[in-house]
Every structure is written in structure tokens, then in C-alpha cells.
């Protein structure tokens, strides 16, 4: 294997994961803080100013939802809120810009933590506004190709 290659990953990082994976499943895991707290999403049919996003956690969390129209500033908070392992819940976000790529980042805590963690980024677009009809006009334009010939083209106006 190349080190310097993108796929690269060493031994002790591959035994080091998996002895992390194997014991976060266990009591004695649980009972160090070994399990990762994790979150399944799903993303609801985003309107021209909101979306409701479900989310399913593997530990009970407090998490809020910051949202923004860049990758690194999210001036839109949601309601801080608790979630109970297993049990799905909708966190709905409304008074966004319809047409628009929305990034979002979850922040959550364990009820052991004492700061809030952040997600990585996601994003979703906005429903699109009603737009007017458009009309694509089509003109042919002679051009002369050989004696007593003719060619015929299409040009968009």
C-alpha cells in the first residue's frame, strides 16, 4: 500500500477503530462513555420557507438545529429539545428564503456532556417560487451552401 494515497489507513488506526466499534456495543463500553452518541435524519419535503427534519438518536440528547445560506455561518437557531432513544423526533424550522440552498448543522449534547457537539454540515433547497411562463421563440436563418442549395437552420431568440 501507498502511505501517501487518499484510502491509505494504517493498522493501528484499523485494530484501534475496530477494538472502539466492538466495545461501544458492550455494558462495560457503555458504562466507560465508550458509545459515540449518533442520530439518523430524515429530511421532510422542505416549502418555500420551512422543512421539518426527523431525527432518531441512539442516546437521550438535548440538540438544537443552526441553520444558514453558507457552509459556515448559521444565524437560524431552532428550540433546544430533548430526544429520547429511539423515539423519533420532529424538529421543524420555518422563516427561510424560498429558492435557496439552506446548510444545517445539529448541536447536541449527552446528558453526561457539558458543551453541545456539532455535526458535520448538511444542506437541502428551499421549495422554488412560483415563476411565469416562459416562451422559447425559434427563427430559421437561409444560409447558402452551394449553387441552387440552401440550408435551413434553427436559431433560439
Same mark, same amino acid.
Given at each position: @500500500? ?8 494504517? !493498522? ?7 477494538? &472502539?466499534?466492538?466495545?461501544?456495543? *458492550?455494558?462495560?463500553? !457503555?458504562?466507560?462513555?465508550?458509545v459515540t452518541p449518533t442520530f439518523n435524519q430524515i429530511i421532510g419535503s ?10 432518531? &438518536?441512539?442516546?437521550? @440528547? ?15 437557531? *431552532? ?24 446548510y444545517y448543522r445539529i448541536r447536541y449534547k449527552t446528558t453526561s456532556a ?10 437541502? @433547497?428551499?421549495?422554488?417560487? &412560483? ?14 451552401? &452551394?449553387?441552387?442549395?440552401?440550408? @435551413? ?5
Amino acid at each position: @500500500m501507498n502511505p501517501n494515497s487518499i484510502n491509505f489507513i494504517s !493498522r493501528r488506526a484499523l485494530i484501534l477503530g475496530t477494538v &472502539a466499534t466492538a466495545l461501544s456495543g *458492550t455494558a462495560i463500553g !457503555r458504562a466507560i462513555g465508550a458509545v459515540t452518541p449518533t442520530f439518523n435524519q430524515i429530511i421532510g419535503s422542505p416549502t418555500n420557507e420551512g422543512i421539518v427534519i426527523q431525527l432518531l &438518536a441512539n442516546q437521550k @440528547m438535548n440538540l438544537y438545529i443552526e441553520l444558514g445560506y453558507s457552509k459556515t455561518v448559521f444565524p437560524v437557531k *431552532t428550540a433546544k429539545i430533548d430526544v429520547e432513544v429511539g423515539a423519533p423526533t420532529n424538529i421543524s424550522a420555518t422563516g427561510l428564503k424560498s429558492n435557496s440552498r439552506v446548510y444545517y448543522r445539529i448541536r447536541y449534547k449527552t446528558t453526561s456532556a457539558n458543551t453541545y457537539q456539532i455535526s458535520k454540515v448538511f444542506s437541502f @433547497m428551499t421549495q422554488r417560487s &412560483a415563476t411565469p411562463r416562459f416562451h422559447l421563440l425559434s427563427k430559421a436563418i437561409p444560409i447558402q451552401s &452551394a449553387p441552387g442549395k440552401c440550408l @435551413m437552420l434553427n436559431s433560439m431568440a
